[in-house]
């Protein structure tokens, strides 16, 4: 063994020890930026998806009241349906893409904390690798510490760098039209809420005409949603195609690319 490889196999050796001592160190714009854009976007999730089951909690009342109030009336009953089961259809959907999406950004900010904390742990690895080929001329080593090196840069630098371009492309395409869904979404729960009110107050002062104000409510209420159904539905395919976007397309696009990187350098 020469001396020059003597050396180098000392030094990385030295390396890594010393990287894998080290503690996780914070890239401060890539990491800020990073993890802000987890909390926002999982608070706005968490919020939107509270949003979306009171309004789906306030649909299925007025199917059920309906269905209750008119055991003869056929027809009111068929209207009612016509009207509200899209609605109610399209709204359990969008629950299950909101679910999904609160799962796939848990997934993502709890991988991009363990890149965070195992970076160093990899490329010590790697270097140890990369040390003891010089020291006893084994390719394979070699081999394994530089892949360990690239999977190491990829895996700390991948999800910040996703969240960053997600970031970026939900503020410059989605954020407005987003925001007034979620009004939209939020006015037409308040006006249920409003009516459910005042039917408990109507019905503690007159019970003789419980029956009859049931009726006049639900009938309010299912005049709400018909007004509302046609914005209702744009909201909610403006909020699921955002969300869709941001926390499924652009992570998967970005795995993608991570897989086929990962492959390529195994393949060296």
């Known amino acids: 063994m020469d001396k020059k490889?003597?050396?180098?196999?000392?030094?990385?050796?030295?390396?890594?020890?010393i990287f894998w001592v080290l503690p996780s160190v914070s890239f401060p714009f890539l990491d800020s930026k990073g993890s802000e854009y987890f909390k926002e976007s999982l608070k706005t999730l968490t919020i939107t998806y509270g949003v979306v089951r009171a309004?789906?909690?306030?649909?299925?009342v007025v199917k059920d009241s309906e269905i209750e109030v008119a055991p003869g009336g056929v027809g009111a009953t068929?209207?009612?349906?016509?009207?509200?089961?899209?609605v109610d259809d399209l709204i359990e959907r969008f629950s299950s893409i909101l679910l999904f999406s609160l799962i796939s950004l848990g997934i993502q900010k709890t991988v991009m904390f363990m890149g965070v904390k195992?970076?160093?742990?990899?490329?010590g690895a790697g270097f140890l690798g990369i040390g003891v080929y010089f020291l006893t001329g084994k390719k394979i080593l070699l081999d394994v510490g530089l892949?360990?090196?690239f999977f190491g840069v990829v895996f700390r630098f991948l999800l910040p760098i996703t969240a960053v371009f997600s970031d970026f492309t939900?503020?410059?395409f989605f954020k407005e039209g987003v925001l007034q869904s979620k009004e939209n979404i939020s006015h037409v729960v308040k006006l249920l809420k409003t009516e459910e009110i005042s039917e408990k107050q109507e019905e503690s002062i007159l019970e003789k005409l419980k029956g009859i104000q049931k009726s006049?409510?639900?009938?309010?209420?299912?005049?709400?949603?018909?007004?509302?159904s046609s914005k209702l539905i744009d909201s909610i395919i403006t909020l699921a195609t955002a969300f869709v976007f941001q926390s499924v397309l652009i992570p998967v696009f970005v795995l993608w690319i991570f897989v086929r990187f990962t492959y390529w350098i195994f393949r060296l």
Not at 55 to 60: D, P, R, W
Not at 216 to 228: M, N, P, S
Request: proline share 2%.
């Open 216 to 228: 006049f409510q639900i009938e309010k209420k299912l005049e709400i949603i018909k007004d509302y």
């Open 170 to 172: 939900y503020n410059s």
């Open 55 to 60: 309004l789906n909690a306030g649909v299925s």
């Open 118 to 123: 195992l970076f160093f742990k990899i490329l």
């Open 78 to 86: 068929i209207a009612a349906g016509e009207i509200l089961d899209p």
């Open 147 to 149: 892949k360990l090196v």
């Open 5 to 17: 490889r003597a050396v180098l196999g000392t030094a990385f050796i030295i390396l890594s020890f």
